[in-house]
Structures are given as C-alpha cells and as structure tokens.
C-alpha cells in the first residue's frame, strides 16, 4: 500500500447529490488535502436499472459548483482509470474468476422465485432469513441439470459460518460483527454485472484507497467487503464511518424537511461557500468555538478524531445564518455576479443590463447585501432599484401612509428634491432634515413615508444610499405617485 494518502468519494448515481453525498465527499477531500494526498471521484454505476447518466452528470456538477475538486476522476482522468465501474467490468469478472479457481466463490442456481419462497417460510417460523448455501457443493449432474433448464446462476462469495469479522473504525474504534448472521452472499448477479461490495472492494484496492471514509449506512457492508479483501488476498484499507445526517425530529432526513439535493440549495440561493462551512460542522467540530470556516482552513485543521460518533442534526436554520454571513462578508464582486442569475431568472433586469449596468448593481449589492438571507432573497430586495411597483407594504400602510399629514409631507419632501442643485447622501439627508425641522417635526415623519414611496418596504438600507442610488428623477416620481395613491386610497 502506498504511503500517500487515497481517499475517494464513490457516488452511485441514482439521484441527484444530496447533503449527506456532499458531506462524505467533502470529509474525504479534506482528509487528502490535510494529508497531501489524493482525492478519486468514482462513479459506482453498476446497477443498470437505478443509474443514470444524467445523475452522474448532476453529481459531478454539484461537486463542481462546491468546490470539492477531485484530482482523478470523470472529466480529470489518472492512471488508475477508467472512473466508471460500467467501464471495469473486465477487471471485476477477472477477480471473481479467481474466487471461482480457488473454491472461494460458486455458482447459485437458485431462482429469485425459490429464494423468495424460502425467505418468506424463514420469516413465517421467526427466522432470520438466510441462504441456506445449498449450491455450494452441487454435482455436475445437478449443474448439468439447472443449466439444462435455462437456469441463470448468481455467484456467491463464501463466508465463514463462525467467527467473528473485526472492523477497525478510525471513528468508532473496534465494532465487532458475528459471521453467523452473514450469509453466502451475492458478489455476482445472474447477468453478469458485480454487485455494490464487490465491486467497491475490487476497485478500493485496484485503485490503492489507503482510506474508505464512508457513511454510517455502511457500515453493515464492512463486514462483508472484509470477507471480499480476505478471499481476494487483498491488504485491508483502514475504515471510517461518518456518522448520519437526521432531521430536527431525528427522523431520517427526507423531502418533507425542505431541500436537500444540492442544487435545491444553489437555486434557492446559498452559495457554495455556506454550504461548505455548514457541512464540514456536520459531525465535525473544530478544536475552538468558531463556526465561520473557510475551506482552507477546515483543510489546515480537519481530523477523523474529531469526528463525532452521534449523529448530526440537520439544521437550516444555521445553514441560512451561516449564509447571510457569507453574503456579508465575501467580496462584492463575486457576490454581484452570483446574484444576477438570480436578478435576470425573475425578470428584474435581462442579461444585456447586467453587462451594461453591472457597476451599479454592484453599488446596490453593496449597500443592500446586510439584509439578506440568500441570494434569492437579495435579488427580491433590491428589485426596486429596477422595477416599478405598484405595492406598498400593508403594515407601512397603516403605518406610515395613514398619518394625517402623509400626503403632503411626500409632495412637499418631492419638491425639495427637484429644486436641490447638487444631488448626493447629504445634500438630500441636509434637505429632509430642514424641511421637517421647519414644519416641527422630525425627520423620521418624512424619512419613513418615503422609504415606502421608493421601495414600497418599510426596511431597507440607509434612505439616503437608496435616494442617491435609484435617482433624482425616480425617487421624485415614486414619492409624488405615493402621495396620489394616499389621497385616493387613504379615506380621511
Ligand atoms: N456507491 C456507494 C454509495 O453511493 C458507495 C459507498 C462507499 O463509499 O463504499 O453509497
Ligand atoms: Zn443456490
């Protein structure tokens, strides 16, 4: 076994990537990157039925669009290739003609008909259902027969009927599994493709995995993949079992809590960044109380020994703070480009516009971005700067708009605006601030009106960032509008 650490992530592409696919794939890849090692994506699409080539590809985006860059695999290549089971089928029929040599392995004749008759009497008398391992020691009259009878063999592996098989778990430490409740299992389908434990193990050592860092899920496979390593006379690798992923209700995580794939999350506007920092605290924690990790930080840090061995609990709630906080924080021009997709998919500006007035999106990312929660939510904020509305906020309605001398003030406030000869934060905070001081009152009477005059919100960025940003023409335009809508709707 090399010493160079190889870790893969290995995807059976039945689904899109979802946060628990991600969360393995990114303890992997910071597992290589801590121990300069190399980090496979492998792609596990074996079973014909349930695999896609639109999965893998969806799979191979999402890790994409995370950041989680693998260095052999689709797309990169590496002298351990190809990176598709489907595309090794050679290498797993070699193996298992070994087995086959040696008397590790026969053929099954058994149907799927016989075996389920058989499983269904075990279960009915309160047994565990097992293969009997009837076909272990047929005669040749009897294979004779079976293939006479068009009969398609399985092939299966094996197993000691006593004894103990050990698992050493980097996590969990020594798990400890009785191979009385193994059965001869299959390693072999009926046509001709490997299944899931041998194909990995075959793979694993064909590509000199050091390391398997999987899900808690399999666990109960270990056993039986370190019956396939022995029968093989391969070395074991060393195992780590991240623990799951539950829901707030410590159910199993599902559709009904909300997104889960991927890119569910990237459409609903969570960077990749978030993301990222979220899952590395999924089962992991850092030696300090931070929760604020970029990748390469966690990559410095990151250990399986703290790796918990609980279960973690699924929150998006934090997933979302963790969010506004990269929107915050990140720089401005990466998030300006990461919400116009969002700008353009809900019609605020087209694509030509996002070009041509990029710099001032930019200027209204910049003041607006504090705010919000995702970048969905982002695009819906600053909307206004774009759009007209025809809305306003029923709460700043009965607010803002109900005040007896509402109308007048947005006029008079409008009037001030147009006749101001220089157009800037303070010209306009000066302008507010004088006209209210000399009818009495505060500048907030007129401060809030006309912040639900030119966004039809009631919060938002500073009034006067917003003044100067949307215009002199619009804001007078909107606040004159406002005040005729007072007047028609709002019954003195
Ligand atoms: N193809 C398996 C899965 O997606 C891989 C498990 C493993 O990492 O061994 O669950
Ligand atoms: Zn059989």
Same mark, same amino acid.
Request: glycine share 6%.
């Given at each position: 076994m090399p010493n160079k650490v190889r870790v893969r992530f290995a995807p059976s592409p039945t689904g899109s990537l979802h946060i628990g696919g991600a969360r393995t794939a990114l303890f992997n890849l910071l597992f290589a990157r801590h121990n300069k090692g190399t980090f496979i994506l492998r792609i596990e699409d074996t079973d014909t039925e349930r695999s896609t080539e639109e999965s893998a590809s969806q799979i191979v985006r999402s890790l994409k669009w995370l950041g989680l860059d693998w260095d052999e695999g689709p797309e990169k290549g590496g002298e351990y290739g190809p990176y598709f089971q489907s595309q090794r089928l050679e290498l797993y029929k070699r193996e298992v003609q070994k087995l086959l040599d040696e008397g590790k392995a026969y053929y099954c004749y058994c149907t799927p008909e016989e075996l389920k008759e058989r499983r269904e009497a075990a279960l009915k008398s309160g047994k565990a259902p097992r293969y009997d391992g009837r076909c272990r020691n047929l005669s040749s009259e009897q294979i004779a027969k079976f293939k006479a009878e068009g009969r398609k063999p399985t092939i299966r592996l094996k197993v000691p009927e006593q004894g103990q098989t050990e698992v050493y778990d980097l996590i969990r430490g020594k798990v400890v599994f009785e191979n009385s409740v193994l059965d001869d299992f299959i390693i072999f389908k009926s046509n001709g493709v490997p299944t899931y434990n041998f194909a990995c193990v075959v793979d694993d050592h064909a590509m000199e995995m050091t390391h398997i860092i999987r899900a808690e899920e399999h666990l109960s496979n270990t056993p039986k993949q370190i019956h396939v390593y022995n029968a093989l006379g391969y070395e074991l690798p060393q195992f780590a079992h991240v623990p799951m992923i539950l829901a707030p209700d410590r159910s199993k995580l599902s559709k009904r809590h909300g997104a889960t794939s991927v890119e569910e999350f990237r459409d609903q506007g969570y960077l990749a960044e978030s993301i990222i920092n979220y899952l590395t605290l999924l089962g992991w924690s850092p030696e300090g109380n931070e929760e604020i990790f970029g990748l390469d930080k966690t990559i410095e840090e990151f250990s399986l020994k703290r790796v918990n061995k609980t279960a973690a609990i699924y929150d998006v709630k934090k997933l979302t703070w963790i969010n506004g906080h990269y929107l915050r924080e990140l720089d401005l021009d990466y998030i300006t480009k990461q919400v116009i997709p969002f700008m353009i998919k809900k019609g605020i500006i087209d694509e030509q516009q996002s070009k041509e007035d990029y710099? &001032?999106?930019?200027?209204?990312?910049?003041?607006?971005?504090?705010?919000?929660?995702?970048?969905?939510?982002?695009?819906?904020?600053?909307?206004? %700067? /774009?759009?007209?509305?025809?809305? &306003?906020?029923?709460?700043?309605?009965?607010?803002? %708009?109900? !005040?007896?001398?509402?109308? *007048?003030?947005?006029?008079?406030?409008?009037?001030?605006?147009?006749?101001?000869?220089? %157009?800037?934060?303070?010209?306009? *905070?000066?302008? %507010?601030?004088?006209?209210?001081?000399?009818?009495?009152?505060?500048?907030?009477?007129?401060?809030?009106?006309?912040?639900?005059?030119?966004?039809?919100?009631?919060?938002?960025?500073?009034? /006067?960032?917003?003044?100067?940003?949307?215009?002199?023409?619009?804001?007078? *335009?909107?606040? !004159?509008?406002?005040?005729?809508?007072?007047?028609?709707?709002?019954?003195?």
């Open positions: 710099e &001032y999106i930019k200027k209204i990312v910049d003041v607006s971005r504090d705010r919000a929660k995702t970048l969905d939510e982002l695009a819906d904020t600053i909307a206004f %700067f /774009f759009k007209d509305f025809d809305e &306003y906020e029923e709460k700043g309605i009965r607010k803002h %708009f109900s !005040k007896e001398n509402a109308a *007048e003030l947005l006029t008079k406030g409008a009037e001030v605006l147009e006749n101001l000869q220089e %157009f800037t934060h303070d010209t306009t *905070e000066k302008a %507010f601030r004088d006209l209210t001081g000399s009818l009495g009152l505060k500048a907030a009477a007129l401060i809030h009106p006309t912040r639900l005059a030119i966004t039809g919100r009631t919060i938002g960025p500073g009034l /006067f960032d917003i003044i100067v940003l949307l215009g002199r023409e619009k804001v007078v *335009e909107r606040m !004159k509008k406002a005040a005729e809508w007072i007047n028609e709707n709002i019954s003195k």
